[in-house]
Structures are given as C-alpha cells and as structure tokens.
C-alpha cells in the first residue's frame, strides 16, 4: 500500500464549478499535511498548510480527519487557472519530521 | 529575492556516464532536500541537509548517488554510472529551519531534468 494514495484523475469540470480531491495517508503518526500545487514541467508549490480544525484560504478548504487518515480539499468556484495537478503531502514521523512523503497527485483540468 | 536556482536545467547522458547536478538553495535557508520526481509520479526524498548536521541519506536508493553540500549553502548531487531508470526530474527544495514554528515550508527549485539514454 502506498505511503499517501490519491485518485490520480483527471477531473474535467466547468469554470465555477466546485471540485474535491481526496487523499489517504497510511502513518498514524504523521503530524503535518499539506497541499501543494504543480503546473505542468514545473516545480511543486505550496497551496496550504493543513490543520485539524481544517482550514479555508479564499477558495480553498482543507479538511483533516484524523480517525480516517483522510485529507481533503474543496475548490469552489474554479478558475481556469486551477488547471493543475495537486499534491497531498504528509510527513513521515515517527522516523523525521523533515522528510515529506507526497502522493502522486491529482490532475484537474477547468474548460472554459 | 531570489528562490531556489538549479544546474544544469536539462541533462543528456550516455549509460554509464556520472553526472552531478548543482543547487543554490534560498539565502539564510538552513535545511536543503533532494527529491526526484519520475514521470507521473510523485516525489520521492533522496537526502536532506541541515545545518552542520550529518545529512540523513536514508532516501537515496543506491551507492551510486552521493550529495555534498559545502559551507551550508551550495548542494551537488553526484550519480555515477548512470543506468536508464535514473533518468526524472530532480527536485531541491530548502526550508527557513527544520520543522518547527511554520519554518517548515519547502520552497522548490525548478528541477534539472536528466535523460540517461
């Protein structure tokens, strides 16, 4: 079983429409969960941090649920340039804080 | 101010060949990390550096990759003997301090794409 399992996608969705992504973590004892975001051929990016009481930043929310090992993330109102693929990062503790384990992604792609 | 810059941005090698690829990581950054990212894949830790600390290699998946980083600042990863499966994106990324109190945040370079044919 992988380390961090996403749904790879694509998801195809309008402008404006409202897209969730899903991940599963499979270390009980990791403490930190992120988003990151990566544009094709380019570098990963932070998009969020996320906290227990999950998190809103504008558009985006971030759900953590603990008991389930499982992180979200909702988009509402998409813009083309969500057009994307999203990371779902978590870290490895016990062994290190510092290593990150990221999930394979997801791609979404907004039409016009 | 500048992010984090790498070299060489694309690579091109014979089987067999070594190959060391450099990274400037972000002024005062004291944590530095090596991912490679292949195709459709996600990012896999390779080695990370903090301060005068000894790096932790754990990630590195053979003999064949080495990384050193001088003076706590500069980094260069070294493949010898390439085979084909080492060919990805490699990814350095540095962080403010090791994970404590929101200096955690990896900041990412964008990558040296290496093609071992």
């Known amino acids: 079983r992988k380390e961090v399992e996403q749904d790879p996608g694509p998801f195809n969705v309008p402008e404006g429409a409202t897209v969730a992504f899903n991940c599963t973590y499979s270390n009980s004892a990791s403490q930190s969960f992120f988003w990151y975001r990566q544009d094709c051929r380019k570098e990963p990016k932070l998009l969020m941090s996320v906290y227990s009481s999950g998190n809103e930043d504008g558009r985006f929310t971030a759900q953590l649920n603990r008991a389930s090992q499982y992180i979200s993330l909702l988009i509402r109102d998409s813009k083309l340039s969500d057009s994307a693929t999203y990371l779902c990062v978590v870290n490895a503790l016990p062994d290190s804080s510092y290593k990150l384990i990221f999930g394979s992604g997801t791609r979404l792609l907004v039409r016009p | 101010g500048a992010g984090v810059s790498q070299s060489p941005s694309n690579k091109v090698t014979e089987k067999g060949k070594d190959v060391e690829l450099r990274c400037d990581p972000i002024?005062?950054?004291?944590?530095l990390y090596w991912y490679r990212q292949s195709l459709g894949q996600g990012l896999e830790f390779l080695i990370y550096f903090q301060g005068n600390s000894a790096p932790d290699k754990s990630g590195l998946p053979s003999d064949r990759f080495s990384a050193e980083r001088t003076g706590g600042s500069v980094s260069t990863l070294t493949i010898q003997r390439t085979q084909q499966e080492d060919s990805a994106v490699y990814l350095c990324a540095s962080s403010l301090g090791p994970p404590s109190g929101g200096q955690e945040t990896q900041y990412f370079g964008p990558g040296t794409r290496l093609l071992v044919l």
């Open positions: 002024s005062g950054h004291t944590a």
